[in-house]
Structures are given as C-alpha cells and as structure tokens.
T-cell receptor
C-alpha cells in the first residue's frame, strides 16, 4: 500500500518570499501524485497533478511541483508567495491500479507574514 | 457544473439526536467518497461508493454511522445517535475513476457541532 508524508506541519514565510512544501511518498512503482489546497472554511481544491512525462508540472495559482523518483518526493513550489496563499496544503498519492484510492498526507499549514 | 454540493453547511445538534448530511456529486462521476476532518486525526476516509454501491466502509467509526447512495446524484451520511466526539467537518468528494484522472472534486463540507 502507498503512503504519504508531509514532514512540515506548519510553515511561515514572508510575503514575496519563495516557498517549498515537502512531500515524500512510498510506493513501488510510478505513482499518481496530487497537491490540494484548502482555504479556511472551504473544501480541498486540486492545485496540480502528475501522472507521467515531464517531471515538472505546472498548476493553478502559480504553483509548480517536481517529481523526483530517486528521492520519492513531489515538492510543491512557488517563487513568490502572496498573502492569499495562506492555507493548508495536502499531498496525495495514488497507486495507478483500478479500485485503489488516493492516500492523503497530514497536511502543511502555511502562514504568510506581511 | 456546480461542483459537489453538500448540505447543510453548518449543523448544530444536541447529543443523542439524529443527523443527516447530504451530498450531490458531479454528474457523470462514478465514485463518491465521504471524509471526516478533525484537528486531531486529520482527513479520514469513512466510506466510498462505486456506481452507487458501497465498496469499503472500513473507515466508518461505529454502527452509529451509516451511508447510502440511492442513485447516482445523491448520497447521505447519517449519524444516529450523535455524540460530541462526532463534531468535525464532513466532506463529500466525487471522481471519475477510483483515483480520478483529474483528481477528486471536494464539496465545501458540513461543519457538524454536537453539544
């Protein structure tokens, strides 16, 4: 079975600074990988996904993530953070087999300092 | 498409009362998921359906919880009787395929408070 670890529970960055949120997964083959964002009082919204091909994927709101097989990682990045990016971010992994559900990480809460 | 629609957005009820949460998935999606989110336990999968059939309910906490999907456009999650420890945000999500080529689409959630 697959698993996901988000090592950072909380991260604080200054507005305008760059951001990297870490995600490590465990799965024997090439996984399906997702990043979701949850704003306060809202449901989870899909930011981006990786299935195959180019290991650097672009998402909405200026986010990108890079799949690194050798490190079993799928870190989320943004070059310049805006105050509206303050939210909780979830990484998720799927195993690519029919009937196999997504597994979500514990989330990383991002706070943005003015 | 209006997305996944959940109702009510907020529910406050007294301990021992029955609570019913509702969900309308995206038209054409064949999977429906019920999640519970708390500060202590994070996001937990309670149950999921495929083509209206419950596939795995191993995440349902206890017999007080039940879920139904009478048709492709409607699902309910019922708690009877409710207890204070059931207080949480309950999310419904739907997808095309078990992992969704486009990921899962989540509703806005129902915030349940049991007093």
């Amino acid at each position: 079975a697959q698993s996901v670890t988000q090592p950072d529970i909380h991260i604080t960055v200054s507005e305008g600074a760059s951001l990297e949120l870490r995600c490590n997964y465990s799965y024997g083959a090439t996984p399906y990988l997702f990043w979701y964002v949850q704003s306060p009082g809202q449901g989870l919204q899909l930011l981006l996904k990786y299935f195959s091909g180019d290991t650097l994927v672009q998402g909405i709101k200026g986010f990108e993530a890079e799949f690194k097989r050798s490190q079993s990682s799928f870190n989320l990045r943004k070059p310049s953070v805006h105050w509206s990016d303050a939210a909780e971010y979830f990484c998720a992994v799927g195993a690519g087999n029919a009937g196999n559900m997504l597994t979500f990480g514990g989330g990383t809460r991002l706070m943005v300092k003015p | 498409d209006a997305g996944v629609i959940q109702s009510p957005r907020h529910e406050v009820t007294e301990m021992g009362q029955e609570v019913t949460l509702r969900c309308k998935p995206i038209s054409g999606h064949d999977y429906l998921f019920w999640y519970r989110q708390t500060m202590m336990r994070g996001l937990e999968l309670l149950i999921y359906f495929n083509n209206n059939v419950p596939i795995d309910d191993s995440g349902m906490p206890e017999d007080r919880f039940s879920a139904k999907m009478p048709n492709a456009s409607f699902s309910t999650l019922k708690i009877q009787p409710s207890e204070p420890r059931d207080s949480a945000v309950y999310f419904c999500a739907s997808s095309l395929g078990s992992q969704g080529n486009y990921g899962y689409t989540f509703g806005s959630g129902t915030r349940l408070t049991v007093v």
